[in-house]
């Protein structure tokens, strides 16, 4: 049975504002570290903290970003099901915590790429299923050292991974098959700029130290 369409707009919009909560930029500054989206890449995430120097507060950005992408939909599909709440629901919620996370109204609407996030919803919506895409992008990061490229390889693969893994390891839903391939989707095109500096060969490594906007705007020129 499907819910009522008010208890769905709930889950939708509850779903947006947790995701809106941008870690980075809100660790940053309990830390009292320069805003992110000020240096480096200016992107709100784990992989630009980490060019501050500061290893705890990448950190914390990552399991935080991770955690508001699990955690709702977890309990939607723990305790979903007693309220009539079905698999269409989870991929409601899932997808609104992403998009939360992309463009965040607490931030301009100004936010991340996603990937921690889209980890967190991954391991909500099967826990297999998000540790085979976080493997994959550790195994890219740890072999080429490009945070960009390891994201790239496991969104590609995350909607492949979960039709592979249907009667296997679990029931595939289509509704959220797809919201993992919107996901997927939406992470190839917030990394369009990566991968022209992948192609180019202007794409800072995993650790590389911050640079100011300026700088890298003049690297990328």
Known sequence: MFADSSVLVLLAVGGYLIGSLSFAVIVSRVMGLDDPRTYGSQNPGATNVLR????????????????????????????????????????????????????????????????????????????????AVMGTWLLMA??????????LSASLLAPAYYLMGNQVVWQMSEAELLAVMVMSALLLMRHKDNIQRLVSGQESKIGAKKEAPAEESEAQA
């Open 52 to 131: 501050s120097g500061n290893k705890k507060a990448a950190i914390a950005t990552l399991l935080f970003d991770a955690l508001k992408g699990y955690f709702p939909v977890l309990l939607v599909k723990l305790y979903g099901p007693a309220f009539g709440l079905d698999d269409q629901a989870v991929a409601l919620v899932a997808i609104s915590a992403f998009i939360g996370h992309l463009w965040p109204v607490f931030f301009a609407f100004k936010g991340g790429k996603g990937v921690a996030t889209a980890a967190g919803v991954l391991f909500g919506v099967e826990p297999l299923l998000g540790a």
């Open 142 to 151: 740890v072999v080429f050292r490009y945070s960009s490229l390891a994201a």
